[in-house]
């Protein structure tokens, strides 16, 4: 099934110059930025910077902004549920850029909140203060659901969602339809790179050589967050218009498959542990009980073990990076490589041991 070897081209683990001198000239300005401290909008506001704009960026705490978004964009301190806030950094705004939300959380009420009535906030405030401007709003794949083919989803497919997330996720989509100017909704599958806390844990077991995986064959869509930065800055410069784009490689992979390549471009061994589905369930309600407590940095809950249990978290992608006009993206085997050193540099996985022949 390799087409995209023949068809698509192999772009850095950087957005280049070129790529940048393509893009941000054509974002119509000003711009704002919601989720500019999050793992993919960090990687956004270094590119947007890098492009020679200045954005207005919507933070709830603006320590976490590096030095130089700090010094270099326009901070409006607040959330999406500060009206005051969101319509101070949408004013008169010809683009808006949405990655704002909630990942984890302990229950259904919570991410309804942030990432459906959150966007429903932003949108009003747009609607009031920049009628017009262009909305790239960035939901998750979560939003249409797992697919029962490993060829997987498509985004003109009926959305079924499978958690509490995916669905606040199709009502923040919902949300973002309703704006009268411009749209466009992308939906990245699991994304990795540099600052990733999430897949993270993927390199910690495939480091320690044993990564349980649920039981059966699973197909995954993944991408790298600098070819989610090229969609969004296409996206951001007109490429497309009231469509719903999926992101991501051109062609799924096995679990066993992203194993393997996540070893080797680790320089280390690792393999599958198989593990039956009634006890990622028992593992989601432990989460469950320690969100309740509230550690929230847990990360499997039952909401993300319904996720993990579905059988294949695949997307079909040729044709909405054809519309948004990219030629190639970032090989995983060169993508995970960057992200294992940055990841050691940080001291968040150990370094690779010297194999002794």
């Not at 302990?106 to 909140?113: A, I, S, T, V």
């Not at 609607?127 to 998750?140: D, N, P, T």
């Not at 699973?218 to 800055?233: K, M, S």
């Amino acid at each position: 099934m390799s087409e995209s070897g023949a068809r698509w081209s192999s772009l850095p683990v950087e957005i280049t110059p070129d790529e940048l001198g393509l893009w941000c000239p054509e974002i119509q300005l000003p711009l704002a930025v919601t989720g500019g401290t999050g793992f993919i909008g960090s990687h956004l506001v270094d590119g947007l910077l890098a492009g020679g704009l200045r954005p207005r960026l919507l933070v709830r705490d603006p320590a976490r902004l590096s030095e130089r978004a700090r010094s270099s964009g326009e901070v409006v301190r607040g959330d999406l549920d500060h009206r005051d806030a969101i319509g101070a950094a949408v004013a008169e705004c010809r683009t808006v850029i949405h990655l704002a939300g909630l990942v984890r959380a302990e229950n259904e009420r919570r991410f309804d909140h942030a990432n459906r009535i959150g966007t429903e906030n932003l949108v009003q405030a747009m609607q009031e203060r920049a009628v017009g401007a262009r909305l790239v709003h960035v939901s998750s794949l979560a939003a249409t659901g797992p697919s029962a083919a490993p060829g997987g989803r498509a985004p003109e497919d009926e959305p079924r969602p499978v958690s509490a997330y995916g669905r606040s996720k199709l009502g923040g989509e919902a949300a973002a339809r309703g704006h009268a100017g411009p749209w466009v909704i992308l939906r990245p599958p699991a994304v990795y790179g540099p600052r990733d806390i999430d897949i993270l844990q993927f390199f910690k077991l495939t480091a320690r050589g044993i990564v349980p995986l649920p039981s059966g064959e699973r197909w995954v869509t993944v991408a790298c967050v600098i070819d989610v930065v090229r969609a969004i800055l296409a996206a951001a410069a007109g490429s497309a218009d009231r469509r719903v784009l999926h992101l991501g490689e051109p062609e799924p992979r096995t679990m066993a498959d992203l194993v393997r390549v996540l070893a080797e471009a680790g320089g280390v061994r690792a393999r599958v542990l198989p593990i039956p589905p009634a006890i990622v369930r028992c593992l989601g309600l432990g989460g469950d009980f320690l969100q309740m407590l509230g550690m929230r940095s847990v990360a499997m809950t039952s909401d993300k073990a319904r996720e993990l249990l579905a059988r294949h978290w695949s997307a079909r992608t040729v044709t909405s990076l054809e519309a948004l006009g990219l030629t190639g993206f970032v090989p995983m085997p060169v993508g995970a490589a960057r992200t294992w050193s940055w990841y050691r540099e940080q001291g968040w996985v150990p370094h690779a041991k010297i194999r002794r022949v």
